[in-house]
């Protein structure tokens, strides 16, 4: 009996034990799922699910509205609780949608409320962009514009600017239609973005603030030449030519109309002579009597604040001048103060760091508002009842971005945020209150609401770890010195998650390197692309460092490149790769590099520079030699090949084909029409010149960024190249 007992307890010590160990097993076997690219990659179908939580948040007048694909509902921003105004179905139920397929409104994710003291939601139906009172059921105004082309509406006139057919119109809140426009073409270009983007352009139309005048580009480049892009979907390959103006030679030129709708007339702004010149930054004043552009030579050296009357296109007066040795780049407008029309808010570098000053509409400078050896990164508005602006800056920390409000009379900055992180910031009508979206290296996502006065914060979302079940790298970050020994360079390193200090990894630089980005950031996992997580859980070490050249610190630090793309660059990522080797973790035999673009020249130029110290490399989209890059951009940094030869020269990786000696892949979009075909298919006829033997992928149809699944099998391909020949 007794032994009986004791064999009945046995069992049952047996079998608690049992159950505790499924029990702690059950966390650690989630904890252990590994990811895919399908969980990591932008176009993978498990991707939003790993993103951290997120809501939608928009402002009417001072009150915060959540918008979702399904409803819209008014926040309080004191406790944070919500109160539902409609759903999707019932604004298409006011819209009477069922009558007209045209007004069905599919989600509401994107409403807006534009008039801050009435009940009015602004949704784009199917074909049709309506404007509903929420609190009387009705259609207020609708048009049936809402696909077109560059489609810009102002909120005060209700007009529409948008283009058709290569043509710019004009719609009146009426429904009245005026063409602006006759000879638009694909060479002829209204109403759209010009000079390829640079200068901080993204469009082409831009209306007064009352509705009444719209300023538009017109872009002829009939002059410039085509570059051969070739369609080759259809049964007989078609040609589909893109103008592409290359550094050096022939660009288009860009004139700025103001049309007016109580007149019906076009007047051209009377800037002189358009050719080589750059119209960038266009604004008004507040009565909308005055047109305002930075206008920019060819050189980007001599840059000028010029009024000009809307009514006649006279040129009124220059209001301020900025030279510069190398280069001036205007990326911002003026801002006029909304207490006070007479005076008007300028960011410049000209102290070397991005600062704002404040100016007269004489162009007398009344103070610089902003000043210090940091970047003011955005400019959120203006606290109307303080009267001080909110602005975003890296004061706190290089690779931080923090949101403070400055009085405009004193220069007070005051944080409004927790001084942590990176933070984005969206403010309230009046600026009194401000949306905070913010991340840290360790925090997902935060979303709180602010007072601009007191600096309260009320929090909105707290995001949990969507990767929480998997296996993670271990995420570092910290600084090595630049080549010149001085400058300190932020670095961020992606371990495997069972990382081993006493073995030996393969290990994978990941360079971008060029001007307007940078790899580092104090959010979430230091900033880190989840490539890169990937190739951890495969066994890499991952190196990403921002080298001299890149963006927020600076002239000094940007301009370090001028003349001579690539070549500092090269000297501060081999300090990166000096500081790798000193690592006992870090397998200095099997040392790779992976970039894409501007990251795609820095791959191949490392490689074929220093072709003894990367066993593999993969360059997505390189620029192999920047004479057949974009006027703009290309001869901005490097001036133009007639006039900089010694440095084009050095920066090509034509006549460096001889030197490469590990495995290279170069992959390219067939039809990329920001980095031409003719970069790689130049290199690889320099390599079999050469002797040299590089590997190959084109996507077909596809432009400089792969697009939906196909970066999925673009990243499997990057992979499985260090797979199979560094690992």
């Known amino acids: ?339 006070d029309d007479t005076k008007f808010i300028m960011q410049s570098q000209r102290d070397g760091y991005n600062h704002l000053y404040l100016f007269n509409n004489k162009g007398e400078l009344l103070k610089q508002l902003t000043k210090g050896q940091w970047v003011v990164g955005d400019f959120l508005g203006f606290n109307k009842k303080d009267k001080s602006i909110v602005i975003v800056s890296n004061e706190k920390n290089a690779i931080q971005r923090n949101i403070y409000s400055i009085d405009i009379k004193t220069g007070k900055r005051k944080l409004l945020d927790n001084g942590r992180g990176s933070h984005r910031g969206e403010l309230s009508e009046s600026g009194m209150y401000l949306v905070d979206r913010y991340t840290e290296p360790d925090v997902p996502r935060n979303i709180d609401v602010v007072s601009t006065q007191s600096a309260k914060a009320t929090r909105l979302l707290t995001a949990a770890d969507p990767w929480k079940d998997y296996q993670q790298p271990i995420f570092e970050s910290g600084t090595i010195k630049a080549a010149d020994g001085k400058t300190d360079l932020y670095y961020r390193m992606v371990k495997p998650s069972d990382f081993d200090a006493t073995k030996k990894y393969p290990t994978v630089v990941y360079v971008y390197g060029g001007p307007h980005a940078h790899n580092v950031e104090a959010s979430w996992h230091w900033y880190s692309r989840t490539w890169e997580t990937y190739m951890a859980q495969k066994g890499y070490v991952l190196f990403i460092l921002d080298n001299r050249g890149s963006e927020n610190r600076g002239l000094e630090f940007e301009q370090a490149t001028f003349r001579q793309l690539g070549q500092i660059e090269m000297q501060d990522q081999m300090k990166g790769v000096e500081y790798l080797k000193s690592l006992p973790y870090v397998d200095a035999d099997r040392m790779g590099i992976h970039g894409w673009s501007f990251g795609g020249f820095m791959t191949i130029s490392l490689m074929l520079n220093y072709p003894e110290v990367f066993k593999v490399g993969v360059a997505g989209g390189p620029v192999i030699d920047w004479k057949w890059y974009e006027v703009m951009y290309g001869e901005r940094y490097m001036d133009t090949p007639q006039t900089n030869p010694e440095g084009y020269q050095k920066a090509s990786l034509i006549n460096k084909a001889g030197n490469l000696k590990g495995k290279l892949q170069i992959i390219t979009g067939y039809n990329d029409n920001t980095v031409v075909p003719q970069h790689c298919l130049s290199f690889l006829d320099a390599c079999i010149k050469a002797g040299t033997q590089p590997d190959f992928f084109a996507y077909p149809g596809e432009e400089h960024n792969m697009r939906g699944h196909t970066s999925v099998h673009l990243h499997e391909r990057i992979t499985q190249y260090f797979e199979d020949y560094l690992k």
């Open 1 to 339: 009996m007794t032994r009986e007992r004791t064999t009945d307890v046995s069992t049952m010590m047996k079998i608690k034990a049992l159950l505790l160990f499924l029990i702690l097993s059950l966390p650690m076997s989630a904890q252990n799922k590994l990811f895919t690219l399908e969980d990591l990659n932008f176009g993978g179908n498990n991707y939003r699910n790993m993103q951290p939580e997120n809501i939608w948040l928009t402002w009417w007048g001072d009150k915060l509205v959540q918008t979702h694909t399904e409803y819209c509902s008014l926040v309080d921003i004191k406790t944070g609780k919500k109160k539902r105004l409609f759903t999707v179905q019932e604004i298409n139920q006011w819209a009477k949608s069922e009558e007209d397929a045209n007004r069905h409104v599919y989600h509401l994710s994107s409403a807006t409320f534009p008039y801050p003291d009435q009940p009015l939601v602004a949704v784009a139906g199917r074909k049709s962009f309506l404007l509903l009172n929420f609190k009387t059921h009705e259609i207020v105004w609708q048009d049936s514009i809402s696909k077109k082309l560059a489609r810009d509406w102002n909120i005060v006139s209700k007009a529409t600017a948008y283009v058709e057919d290569n043509q710019l119109f004009v719609v009146e809140s009426n429904g009245k239609k005026h063409q602006l426009s006759t000879d638009g073409s694909r060479e002829i270009v209204y109403g759209q973005s010009v000079h390829r983007n640079e200068f901080g352009i993204s469009k082409g139309t831009f209306w007064s603030p009352d509705g009444q005048r719209l300023a538009f580009y017109r872009m002829d480049q009939s002059m410039v030449a085509d570059y051969p892009q070739v369609d080759i979907f259809p049964r007989e390959a078609t040609y589909e030519p893109d103008k592409y103006p290359m550094a050096g030679m022939t660009s288009h030129v860009v004139t700025v109309g103001v049309y007016d709708l109580n007149t019906d007339k076009i007047v051209y702004l009377q800037a002189g002579d358009p050719t080589d010149r750059y119209f960038t930054n266009i604004s008004w004043s507040p009565d909308g009597k005055v047109v305002y552009m930075f206008e920019l030579n060819r050189d980007q050296n001599d840059c000028r604040l010029v009024s000009y009357d809307a009514k006649t296109g006279q040129r009124i007066a220059e209001l301020y001048q900025e030279i510069s040795k190398k280069y001036v780049e205007p990326m911002h407008p003026i801002v006029f103060l909304p207490w």
